[in-house]
């Protein structure tokens, strides 16, 4: 998969050399650049912002640096490619969206600051790419940055090979909407607390049972907008049948 990130603090995404994503650059799964806006101003100033018309608070991003920039990464190759520009604005991000994303050959990002990016940028860059408006959730970040990493990392994680096991992408959290169940590890008892006795059972039928308890409690708890909005749990169902 191929990404291009453009943004006027490239320093921000070093995080995508470590770990993971790093190991699959190097490994050349990802070929992901990272561009500096500024790069494509001309002015001795490298002016990327300017004040909005109508009046207001803060600058707005101007469009030409904007449009050098994304036909320079859609230049070559392929058809149509995915803009993603994050802001509070956009459609949330989901693991549903991740795994369309995952499927996609070139991803592009571009990381907005200050109140925005002049909105005929949108318009014209609907001519070259799919556009997507895309948010992490209902809070503001100060630019788009940081939705890049997590963006880029929820959906590098999906392609095949990133992962080195590829089970562990399957009893996830959101994959099939419900949380996720507890998890224990050595010692037996630690500070006067033991892990749930089924656990050490060795009857996987009554693990996997209890597991997928916790699973329907937890989501009650604390995302009941999952059970709701998956359709599959009726009330009765977080009651212990045991
Ligand atoms: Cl994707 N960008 C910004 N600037 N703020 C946000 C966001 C994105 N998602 C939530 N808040």
């Known amino acids: 998969m191929r990404l291009d ?25 990802l070929d992901l650049k990272v561009h500096d806006l500024r790069d494509f101003t001309h002015d001795r100033h490298r002016t990327v912002d ?41 459609t949330p ?11 996609q050959d070139h991803l592009v990002f571009a990381c907005g600051r200050y109140e925005g990016i002049d909105e005929r940028v949108y318009e014209a860059a609907a001519e070259a790419y799919d556009v997507r408006i895309v948010s992490l959730g209902d809070y503001v970040l100060n630019g788009g940055e940081v939705a890049v990493l997590a963006i880029v990392e929820a959906v590098a994680r999906l392609l095949p090979g990133v992962i080195g096991n590829a089970d562990s992408l399957v009893e996830e959290s959101h994959e099939d909407g419900l949380l996720e169940y507890p998890v224990y590890t050595k010692p037996p008892v630690w500070d006067g607390r033991a892990v749930p006795d089924v656990l050490l059972s060795g009857d996987h039928g009554k693990i996997a049972a209890w597991r997928h308890q916790q699973r329907l409690e937890r989501t009650a708890a ?9 359709g599959s749990v009726a009330v009765g169902d977080l009651t212990d049948g045991s």
């Open 50 to 90: 300017d004040s909005p018309y109508g009046g207001g608070a803060g600058m707005v991003m101007k469009p030409e640096p904007w449009s050098e920039a994304l036909a320079s990464v859609a230049a070559d190759v392929d058809a149509r490619p995915t803009l993603i520009v994050p802001g509070p604005g956009g």
């Open 93 to 103: 991000f989901t693991q549903a969206m991740a795994r369309d994303l995952a499927k």
């Open 5 to 29: 990130v453009v943004s006027i603090f490239p320093d921000y995404l070093a995080p995508l050399d470590l770990s993971l994503i790093g190991k699959a650059r190097r490994d050349g799964l």
């Open 222 to 230: 604390r995302r009941p907008d999952l059970l709701h909005a998956s």
